[in-house]
Nanobody, 126 residues
C-alpha cells in the first residue's frame, strides 16, 4: 500500500507560479512511477507529468511542456510539481498518483495508477 498526500495548491494570478508537493508513504518500489494529473470541472482527468522513482526520467503532457517541472527528493519520499507561467486553463484539482511499475506507453492513462492522493485545488485568476 502507498499513501499520497498533496499540498501547495491555492489561488494565483495569471503568469504566477506555484509548487505542489506530494509526500508518499508505504511501500515505494525503485521501479515506481510517480505522476501528477489534473481534473477541471466537467472535464476528464488529464495527465500532467510523471517521473521515474529510480533514475528520474521525466515525462510531460503537451499542455504543460516548458512551463511545469516535475522533480523528486527520494530521501523525503516527496515529488514536486513546479508550475510557472500559469494560465486560467490550468485551474483544476491536481492529483498525485503512483504505481509500482508501468510501461512507458501507459503512464499517461489515469487507469494505470493504483494509488491516488486526495487532490489539491489550483485556481488561476485572469
Amino acid at each position: 500500500q502507498v499513501q499520497l498526500v498533496e499540498s501547495g495548491g491555492g489561488l494565483v494570478q495569471t503568469g504566477g507560479s506555484l509548487r505542489l508537493s506530494c509526500v508518499a508513504s508505504g511501500r515505494i518500489f525503485s521501479s515506481s512511477v510517480m505522476a501528477w494529473f489534473r481534473q477541471a470541472p466537467g472535464k476528464e482527468r488529464e495527465f500532467v507529468a510523471a517521473i521515474l522513482w529510480s533514475g528520474g526520467n521525466t515525462y510531460y503532457g503537451d499542455s504543460v511542456k516548458g512551463r511545469f517541472t516535475i522533480s523528486k527528493n527520494n530521501a523525503k519520499n516527496t515529488v514536486y510539481l513546479q508550475m510557472s507561467s500559469l494560465k486560467p486553463d490550468d485551474t483544476a484539482v491536481y492529483y498525485c498518483a503512483a504505481n509500482p511499475v508501468l510501461p512507458l506507453g501507459t503512464m499517461m492513462r489515469p487507469t494505470s495508477y493504483a494509488y491516488w492522493g486526495q487532490g489539491t485545488q489550483v485556481t488561476v485568476s485572469s
